[in-house]
């Protein structure tokens, strides 16, 4: 008689606490749920929220897979970008979503140790669950997840790519975003890695801490500047750097005819994709950044209604592809069905109850 009492005197709590925030809620018709109630009342439950630190072509193209998780899987989730690329803002920002009840976060972290003790505080004292989405934090973490490129790879990739054009020997331009954002640096050790390898090609310079495109075309311009005629190669491993790339080389080569730089940049911006048709540069790797989106939310949402992240699964990658002339038309398809398949897999390989 006294645990039924308690139960409608919380429920009567509840409901009043309701009535005051929204002036227009209704009382449940029965006070126990079981079955499928009980499984809609969890599901209710979840308060998710996806965040960016700041703008940024990339976020964009992500926000795009959480708004069709929103639409295909019908689950509301909170969309907020910040102002800046440091961590203290991150924190304030995350904080003030938990405080309105957010219990699902899908985030970018700013940076790969000082994130995690953000983790620490709202998952294990909050019990949020978090993964991470384009990058990865420093083991050990509390986020469940990371849903990403392999950008190391992919950046290394993409370098002997650019090295075997070149015939294995010159010189290399390494243009780099924001040395801040983990993915950055991750980037810089598979160009260097992957250069280490041949020893007639080397890094003639490396150009950084580019946030707009503005500043790309600048610094790239600045380098073909101070090292004309003797640039044979170019990688820029970000999708600001790549958009200034293919917009100068395009200048570039309407006044040097006689000369070729290979390049071969990252992400699919249509200006991107246009300088490789025309030939302005060779190659790009595509990311799947709706998947980075649609696959973290998926996660959230699974572990909510009761599924647990299996032992030494983590990372998921979801893949990447180089775009030439050849499959410009096909890629977009190839990414589809990888993202397909990982959300079909992901009650298999990384999650259980």
Not at 7 to 34: D, S
Not at 85 to 110: D, R
Not at 192 to 220: D, F, H, L, R
Not at 337 to 350: H, M, Q, R, S, W
Request: hydrophobic share 40%; aromatic share 6%; proline share 3%.
């Amino acid at each position: 008689m006294k645990n039924v009492m308690k139960k409608a005197v919380a429920i009567l709590l509840a409901c009043i606490l309701i009535v005051g925030v929204t002036g227009c809620a209704k009382a449940p018709t029965k006070t126990e749920r079981t079955g499928e109630s009980a499984v809609n009342e969890s599901k209710s439950a979840l308060k998710m929220a996806w965040y960016a630190p700041a703008p940024h072509p990339y976020f964009d193209e992500v926000k795009k897979g959480v708004e069709q998780f929103i639409e295909k899987e019908g689950v509301d989730v909170t969309i907020q970008i910040g102002p800046d690329w440091t961590q203290a803002s991150e924190n304030e920002k995350v904080e003030a979503l938990i405080a309105q009840g957010i219990n699902a976060l899908s985030i970018y972290p700013c940076d790969a140790s000082g994130a995690n003790g953000l983790y620490d505080e709202i998952t294990k004292k909050m019990g949020v669950n978090v993964v991470n989405f384009g990058t990865d934090t420093s083991k050990p973490t509390a986020a469940s997840f990371a849903v990403g490129t392999d950008v190391k790879k992919a950046a290394y990739d993409a370098t002997e790519a650019v090295i075997k054009m070149m015939g294995e020997k010159g010189n290399l331009v390494n243009v780099l975003e924001v040395l801040e954002d983990p993915n950055t640096a991750l980037r810089k050790q598979g160009v260097e890695e992957a250069v280490a390898k041949y020893p007639n090609v080397k890094i003639i310079q490396e150009v950084a801490g580019i946030k707009t495109q503005e500043e790309a075309v600048s610094k790239i311009e600045s380098v073909l500047s101070a090292n004309a005629g003797k640039v044979n190669g170019m990688v820029c491993t970000g999708f600001v750097t790549t958009v200034g790339m293919s917009q100068i080389l395009s200048d570039y080569y309407a006044k040097n005819k006689d000369q070729k730089i290979y390049a071969i940049g990252i992400d699919t911006d249509p200006g991107v994709m246009k300088a490789i048709e025309s030939g302005i540069i060779d190659a790009t790797i595509a990311q799947n950044p709706l998947g980075h989106g649609y696959i973290s939310c998926m996660l959230l949402k699974l572990m909510n209604e009761g599924y647990k992240a299996k032992d030494g699964q983590y990372f998921i990658n979801s893949g990447n592809v180089l775009v030439t002339k050849e499959n410009m038309t096909s890629f977009e398809k190839d990414l589809e069905k990888v993202t397909d398949f990982i959300l079909l897999d992901l009650t298999k390989t990384y999650l259980s109850k």
